[in-house]
T-cell receptor
Framework: GNSVTQMEGPVTLSEEAFLTINCTYTATGYPSLFWYVQYPGEGLQLLLKATKADDKGSNKGFEATYRKETTSFHLEKGSVQVSDSAVYFCALSDRTGANNLFFGTGTRLTVIP | DGGITQSPKYLFRKEGQNVTLSCEQNLNHDAMYWYRQDPGQGLRLIYYSQIVNDFQKGDIAEGYSVSREKKESFPLTVTSAQKNPTAFYLC????????????FGQGTRLTVV
């Protein structure tokens, strides 16, 4: 079946530190992969996506590469800011099944000045 | 502007009452979803619908009901049978074809008083 496993948090970093949040997946078909961000009291917003193997999604300094050989989609940012403090969700979409959206459990990131 | 709208943002319910959360989208998406999020937790799927007049139970459907009479609307009723309804509820929509991302509403925070 389909599933997403995400690095547990919380993660606390100092401003300008390097960020990695690990995400691995299991899928029966050929999924697209996503990272969503959730700010306090709000819904989820799409941060970046990749639709096939070796694609790199990027947005706002965040990057993630679709690695089929390791079934991974790790989120990285070279220099985090206080405004990046949020909860980050890894997700996959696979249209081969009836329910085609699967989310990780979320990782809370706090960036301190 | 296209988007997905949830209302109300905050909702208070007395014990034993049913309440209905609204979710409307003008993105022409076929698929719609309801998730529940508890403090510090990830998303849990309540119900989803891939097409009008059809919906499926998710992982935690007990105590909830939905309808999908129109493509743009997917209301969720929290019934008195739901023993612990206080939570943050998120509605999402996506295209049914292709591995595309989901779009989320801003959420409804339900509190039992």
């Amino acid at each position: 079946g389909n599933s997403v496993t995400q690095m547990e948090g919380p993660v606390t970093l100092s401003e300008e530190a390097f960020l990695t949040i690990n995400c691995t997946y299991t899928a029966t078909g050929y999924p697209s992969l996503f990272w969503y961000v959730q700010y306090p009291g709000e819904g989820l917003q799409l941060l970046l996506k990749a639709t096939k193997a070796d694609d790199k999604g990027s947005n706002k300094g965040f990057e993630a590469t679709y690695r089929k050989e390791t079934t991974s989609f790790h989120l990285e940012k070279g220099s985090v800011q206080v405004s990046d403090s949020a909860v980050y969700f890894c997700a996959l979409s696979d249209r081969t099944g009836a329910n085609n959206l699967f989310f990780g459990t979320g990782t809370r990131l706090t960036v301190i000045p | 502007d296209g988007g997905i709208t949830q209302s109300p943002k905050y909702l208070f319910r007395k014990e034993g009452q049913n309440v209905t959360l609204s979710c409307e989208q003008n993105l022409n998406h076929d698929a719609m979803y309801w998730y529940r999020q508890d403090p510090g937790q990830g998303l849990r799927l309540i119900y989803y619908s891939q097409i009008v007049n059809d919906f499926q139970k998710g992982d935690i459907a007990e105590g909830y009901s939905v309808s999908r009479e129109k493509k743009e609307s997917f209301p969720l009723t929290v019934t008195s049978a739901q023993k612990n309804p206080t939570a943050f509820y998120l509605c999402a929509s996506s295209l049914r074809q292709g591995n595309t991302e989901a779009f989320f509403g801003q959420g409804t925070r339900l509190t039992v008083v």
